[in-house]
């Protein structure tokens, strides 16, 4: 039989579709959360929180969707995107997705030496157990320095400098990086809200760079994540590469709802996004 499940509090639904793989995102209520942080009707579900999601069921995915709490990062592929890598056997991950609908972004920070220095602390803070580093954070910005007056804040995490990723630099390590530019320098920084955003999405800040930037990926990101990347194909015969790139989506709920439902037809595997009405209801047969 066919089972209607929803959760109005994104303001969208998933439904399955017989003979089609996956689910996908279907009556997208125009305003509502999901509408608003990029979910578009026939986009198909890949991962939620940075966990791939495409061999789930319907169940499944509706369970982790109750669990995830008051927000959610999905990462989401629309149908011409879908078909394009499906064309090409290419697997899609978030290292592919383009950031541009995330509500916060890591920044770019170009700074020119003053006659002292650059007018900061960068300060190592390491985990509980002070073996493993979590990051090089900005501190004790000096008024009127040429950080004040930049766009960096205080406690700023640095991801990278100079489009080369810090990522398990030793302080020490760091500095040096920053010495060897030297009377100009280029920071990406993430604030905690950002840092924790792309934390839940599993994803590493170093990839807005390439939205920021152009298609070109700088050699820096690959080395920056650490993962099996594809090759990526050449522009050549992919002229709208910028478009067609699977999407991250990050929704916070209201109170009442994220603006969405899921529904699906029972003993399927395929999922995609839907959206819908203000109650929420879970039945069960």
């Excluded at 509502?32 to 986009?43: E, F, K, L």
């Excluded at 979590?134 to 040429?146: A, E, L, R, T, V």
């Excluded at 100009?184 to 930037?213: A, H, I, R």
């Excluded at 990347?229 to 522009?235: C, I």
């Amino acid at each position: 039989g066919t089972r209607v499940k929803s959760s109005s509090s994104y303001g969208f639904s998933l439904r399955s579709v017989k003979g089609e793989h996956g689910l996908f995102m279907t009556e997208v209520i125009q305003g509502g959360v999901a509408d608003r942080a990029g979910v578009c009707v026939n986009d198909r579900l890949l991962e939620i929180n940075g966990e791939n999601v495409e061999g789930g069921t319907h169940d499944q995915v509706v369970e982790k969707i109750k669990l995830a709490g008051s927000s959610i990062m999905f990462l989401l592929v629309d149908q011409e995107t879908d078909r394009h890598y499906q064309s090409k056997h290419m697997k899609m991950g978030a290292w592919l997705a383009t950031t541009k609908y995330l509500p916060h972004k890591p920044r770019v920070v170009n700074l020119t030496k003053g006659p002292d220095g650059y007018g900061f602390l960068l300060r190592e803070e390491k985990n509980l157990s002070g073996k493993a580093i979590i990051g090089h954070f900005i501190k004790d910005i000096d008024k009127g320095s040429p950080a004040d007056r930049s766009a960096l804040k205080e406690m700023d995490r640095l991801i990278a400098v100079d489009g080369k990723s810090v990522d398990g630099f030793s302080h020490e390590q760091v500095v040096n990086k920053i010495r060897q530019s030297g009377n100009t320098c280029s920071f990406l920084v993430v604030d905690k809200d950002t840092d924790q955003m792309y934390e839940q999405g599993k994803v590493p800040p170093m990839l807005p760079l390439e939205d920021m930037e152009d298609s070109n990926s700088p050699p820096s990101y690959t080395e920056a994540i650490n993962l099996p990347v594809p090759v990526k194909p050449s522009t050549l015969f992919q002229p709208r590469r910028a478009e067609l790139k699977p999407k991250l989506c990050r929704m916070e709920r209201t109170s009442t709802t994220y603006g969405f439902h899921l529904n699906g037809i029972q003993g399927l595997t395929r999922q995609y996004i839907k959206g819908g009405g203000e109650g929420v209801e879970w039945p069960t047969g």
